[in-house]
């Protein structure tokens, strides 16, 4: 049942687009959190008010793509453009060796977590009827889910540094 609520896709040619999404995250400086509930060695939440996010730009028509594919899933019942998505926020976060983010979930219809680096281990985890669910994923892969599902990322054990890109998703 859960599978029918998620959607994975995998960007293609991604390792060909990764080197100018890291580039493009690494150019808006340092900014670290930690706080009960998380660690996070550079993220750029703290500054929603800027404009200038320009690492979502090479990946943007695979986020489409994304978009289009939960359409086709989860609405292909309902009459043809009466659901619409909205990205209403995004940021990226880089988490070092020990960094986490506690269980949380957001006020949304849909989150998506883009998946730039990641190492064995360092998955989104969910928690499902009491139970924790880790869902296989690899670099260069978006994972689009209901976002009042609770989900974390647990503490980084391995050994590379995890990058994602995280978005919050209205239906308008």
């Known amino acids: 049942m ?11 040619n991604f390792a060909d687009r990764k080197t100018e999404v890291l580039q493009k995250i690494l150019s808006l400086g340092t900014h670290s959190v930690v706080s009960d509930g998380q660690q996070i060695s550079n993220t750029d939440w703290y500054l929603q008010g800027r404009t200038d996010r320009p690492y979502l730009n090479p990946i943007l028509e695979d986020v489409d793509s994304a978009l289009k594919k939960l359409h086709s899933k989860a609405y292909s019942a309902l009459p043809s453009g009466s659901v619409q998505f909205k990205i209403d926020q995004y940021w990226f976060q880089q988490y070092s060796e020990g960094d ?7 006020s949304v219809s849909y989150a998506a977590v883009i ?40 503490p980084n054990l391995s050994g590379s540094r995890k990058t994602s890109i995280a978005l919050n998703i209205s239906i308008c």
């Open 100 to 106: 986490f983010h506690n269980w949380h979930a957001h």
């Open 115 to 154: 998946f730039v680096e990641l190492g064995a281990g360092a998955e989104t985890q969910f928690l499902l009827n009491g139970k924790t669910k880790t869902v296989p994923v690899s670099e260069g892969q978006i994972l689009i889910f209901p976002a009042m599902v609770p989900h974390r990322s647990p």
């Open 2 to 12: 859960w599978d029918d609520f998620l959607i994975a896709h995998t960007i293609p």
